[in-house]
C-alpha cells in the first residue's frame, strides 16, 4: 500500500493578498450606509424604498414608472408593490399622463410632501451619525484614496 502526499493548502500571506477594489469598497459603505438609514426609516414605518420614491416625486414634476424605476434602479415588480403601498397611504397618488392617455405619472400628494419632510430629517440625523463615526470617516479616507488614478495611489499622491 503506497501511501500519497497530499500538499499543503498554498496559504497567501496577506501581503499577497488582492489590493483593495474601489467598487468592492463602495459596495460596503453603500450596504453600510443603506442598512442603517433603513433601520432608522423602519422605526418610522417606512422603508428605504418607500423614502426613495418619496424622494424622487419631491421635485414635484411627477413621474412615469418608467422614469422611477430607471431613476431609483428599482425592477417594475418592486416599484409597483412600492408605489401600491404608498398610493394606499394616499402618500401619492397617479394621474394619467396628458400627452398620452395610455401613460400615467406618479405624483407626491400633499400629505406625502409633509411625511417627506418628517423622513428626511430622520435620514439627515443617520447621516450626520455615519459623518461623527471615526470609522466610517476612516472608510471615507480610504475610498478617496482608492478613488486615484492607480498610477497616483501607489505614489501618494
Known amino acids: 500500500m503506497t501511501t500519497t502526499t497530499v500538499p499543503a493548502p498554498d496559504r497567501t500571506s496577506h501581503a499577497d493578498a488582492l489590493p483593495p477594489s474601489l467598487v468592492d469598497r463602495l459596495s460596503a459603505l453603500q450596504r453600510r450606509a443603506a442598512r442603517g438609514a433603513a433601520e432608522a426609516l423602519a422605526a418610522d414605518g417606512c422603508t428605504l424604498d418607500q423614502w426613495r420614491l ?4 419631491g421635485d414635484g414634476e411627477g413621474h412615469t414608472m418608467g422614469e422611477l424605476s430607471e431613476v431609483l434602479a428599482l425592477p417594475a415588480a418592486t416599484l ?19 400627452e398620452d ?46 478613488s486615484r488614478p492607480p498610477g497616483s495611489r501607489a505614489q501618494g499622491t
Open 54 to 57: 418619496l424622494r424622487a416625486l
Open 80 to 98: 409597483t408593490r412600492v408605489t401600491d403601498a404608498l398610493a394606499d397611504a394616499a402618500l401619492v397618488y397617479r394621474r394619467q399622463a396628458g
Open 101 to 146: 392617455r395610455r401613460r400615467v405619472r406618479v405624483h407626491l400628494a400633499r400629505v406625502g410632501r409633509r411625511r417627506l419632510e418628517v423622513l428626511e430629517a430622520v435620514v439627515a440625523a443617520h447621516e450626520q451619525a455615519l459623518l461623527a463615526d471615526p470609522r466610517w470617516r476612516a472608510d471615507l479616507d480610504e475610498l478617496h484614496g482608492l
